[in-house]
C-alpha cells in the first residue's frame, strides 16, 4: 500500500471513530461526515507530493478550505487517541511520520 493510499484508509478510519463519538452515528457516516471524506479522498489524490507527501500538519500549502481544515483538526483530534488501541498498525504508521517530520 503506497503513501497516499494508507493516508486515506487512515483519515477514513479516523472519521468513523469521530463520526461514531461525535455524532452518534452507529454504523457508516453521516452525511457531513461523508462529505468531508469526498473532500478528503479528493484533496489525496491531487495532493502533489504524492509518495513524498509530508504530514498534513507539516504541509505548507494548506490545501483544505479553512472551514474544513478546522474541521479535519477536531476529526485529529478526538479520533488520533481512539487509533492507537483501534488500529494499532495505523497510528503507528502516522506517529512515526509525524516525528520525522
Ligand atoms: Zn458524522
Known amino acids: 500500500m503506497n503513501r497516499i493510499e494508507t493516508e486515506k484508509l487512515t483519515f477514513s478510519k479516523m472519521l468513523r471513530i469521530y463520526c ?23 484533496r489525496l489524490d491531487k495532493c502533489p507530493f504524492g509518495e513524498e507527501k509530508p504530514n498534513c500538519k507539516h504541509c505548507k500549502i494548506h490545501c483544505y478550505k479553512p472551514d474544513l481544515r478546522v ?16 488500529h494499532p498498525v495505523l497510528a503507528m504508521k502516522h506517529i512515526l511520520k509525524s516525528g520525522k517530520r
Open 20 to 42: 461514531r463519538k461525535v455524532h452518534k452515528i452507529q454504523s457508516g457516516l453521516c452525511i457531513k461526515c461523508e462529505k468531508m471524506n469526498e473532500y478528503a479522498l479528493i
Open 71 to 86: 474541521e479535519a483538526k477536531r476529526i485529529m483530534r478526538i479520533a488520533g487517541p481512539h487509533m492507537i488501541y483501534r
